[in-house]
């Protein structure tokens, strides 16, 4: 029991230091998509190499950049964000097409991927920059993303209280490259074995019917 304890912690640890480092794959060229005419979305959940494979395993998502919102310091670095000096959010943003996904799905997703009771923290990260978001871009979705944290209240989906920062999007800055698509080109990472991709199959196993076919 000792044993097993003490390699739990092990992993546990690994884990998290490895949430904070530079990828382990070699340094690939971005493929860059056409993402004109599609509209975009802005969310914050956790660690963004989780949030932005989740989106991008979902039907009508073309694309999913990890990057930085909600903060007030211009051009933040992995590392001031990460030390918590500028307010930053670790957030997605998404691109998607209208005529295969609308708005409300996106905030299906988004609330169906993870604990937005859990005040500046998700599973084993924890830091302002791992809070709970949605930037909105206009009146429109303003309305519905506070119409659906009302019905999920009324309906005590969740035991806790919701924390999730509702505001407008200020700017979204683009993460390094070595984060972008991070999970599918780290899935040996210890992080992403302990916890990103268990997130991922967890929301998968809830909302196959919005899964792409690959996944």
């Not at 969310?43 to 919102?69: K, L, P």
């Not at 979204?172 to 210890?190: G, I, S, T, V």
Request: glycine share 6%; hydrophobic share 35%; net charge negative.
């Amino acid at each position: 029991m000792k044993y097993f304890l003490i390699s739990i912690l092990f992993l546990t640890l690994s884990a998290a230091q490895n949430c904070h480092g530079p990828s382990d794959a070699p340094s690939q060229k971005l493929v860059q998509k056409d993402l004109d005419g599609l509209h975009k979305a802005y969310f914050a959940s956790g660690c963004f190499w989780c949030v932005e494979a989740i989106f991008e395993s979902v039907i009508g998502v073309e694309e999913a950049i990890s990057g930085y919102t909600g903060g007030k310091t211009q051009d933040p670095t992995y590392e001031s964000v990460s030390a918590g000096v500028t307010d930053h959010a670790e957030a997605v943003e998404v691109y998607y097409d209208s005529t295969k996904i609308d708005y409300p799905t996106l905030l299906k997703v988004f609330f169906g991927s993870h604990d937005p009771t859990t005040l500046n923290r998700q599973g084993p990260d924890a830091g302002t920059q791992y809070r709970s978001g949605i930037y909105y871009q206009n009146d429109n979705e303003k309305e519905l993303i506070l119409d659906l944290i009302s019905d999920l209240r009324e309906k005590d989906t969740f035991k806790g209280e919701i924390t999730t920062e509702v505001a407008p999007l200020s700017i979204f800055y683009r993460a390094e490259e070595y984060h972008q698509d991070y999970e599918m080109k780290n899935p040996n990472n210890p992080y992403v074995r302990a916890v990103s991709i268990p997130r991922l199959k967890k929301f998968q196993r809830a909302y196959p019917e919005l899964l792409k076919e690959a996944h």
